[in-house]
């Protein structure tokens, strides 16, 4: 790997806390210069979402996830990296995802950051469902288009 850092992976029902993962990468470390986290929250999509269902297979998901991360770690001097998806019912207002770079320079971190984020989007293997509000059944929620466009732009970049 170019930076040496060995992702952070989890997959878990609970949340998570920003503060504490930023701690866990930067306690006792001079080296790092900047932090950058993305925190995806469910939305209520205007009132008619009750909860995002988020399903996975155990194992098969983190593998995925921390193959992905690897290719961060590969692609930019990293300092640290966490990645934290939940699955089970997530309502409105409440954390889905987390994504912690660590960096001795902004760029870097920025980079691998929007770079994971895209990744995430369409290759984690989760299926998601969503539980509207009121009496209507649930749906599952196809793949999007603008997801998998997005990937095109990290196809030609160097290391940084």
């Given at each position: 790997?170019?930076?040496?850092?060995e992702?952070?992976?989890?997959?878990q029902?609970?949340?998570?806390?920003?503060?504490?993962?930023?701690?866990?990468?930067?306690?006792?470390?001079?080296?790092?210069?900047?932090?950058?986290?993305?925190?995806?929250?469910?939305?209520?999509?205007?009132?008619?979402?009750?909860?995002?269902?988020?399903?996975?297979?155990?194992?098969?998901?983190?593998?995925?996830i921390?193959?992905?991360a690897?290719?961060?770690?590969?692609?930019?001097?990293?300092?640290?990296?966490t990645?934290?998806?939940?699955?089970?019912?997530?309502?409105?207002?409440?954390?889905?995802?987390l994504?912690?770079?660590a960096?001795?320079?902004?760029?870097?971190?920025?980079?691998?950051?929007?770079?994971?984020?895209?990744?995430?989007?369409?290759?984690?293997?989760?299926?998601?469902?969503?539980?509207?509000?009121?009496?209507?059944p649930?749906?599952?929620?196809?793949?999007?288009?603008?997801?998998?466009?997005?990937?095109?732009?990290?196809?030609?970049?160097?290391?940084?």
């Amino acid at each position: 790997m170019a930076s040496g850092c060995e992702p952070h992976i989890r997959v878990q029902a609970e949340d998570f806390a920003l503060e504490a993962e930023m701690r866990r990468l930067t306690a006792g470390r001079r080296d790092v210069g900047a932090v950058v986290t993305f925190t995806g929250l469910c939305r209520d999509e205007g009132g008619r979402l009750a909860a995002l269902e988020l399903e996975h297979y155990p194992g098969m998901a983190e593998a995925e996830i921390t193959r992905i991360a690897r290719e961060a770690a590969e692609r930019w001097r990293l300092s640290g990296l966490t990645v934290i998806h939940r699955f089970g019912k997530v309502r409105p207002g409440e954390n889905i995802v987390l994504v912690v770079a660590a960096s001795s320079h902004r760029r870097a971190a920025l980079e691998a950051a929007d770079f994971l984020m895209d990744y995430l989007k369409s290759r984690a293997p989760f299926w998601k469902k969503e539980h509207p509000a009121g009496e209507e059944p649930g749906r599952w929620v196809e793949a999007k288009t603008a997801d998998e466009e997005a990937l095109g732009r990290w196809t030609d970049r160097k290391i940084r």
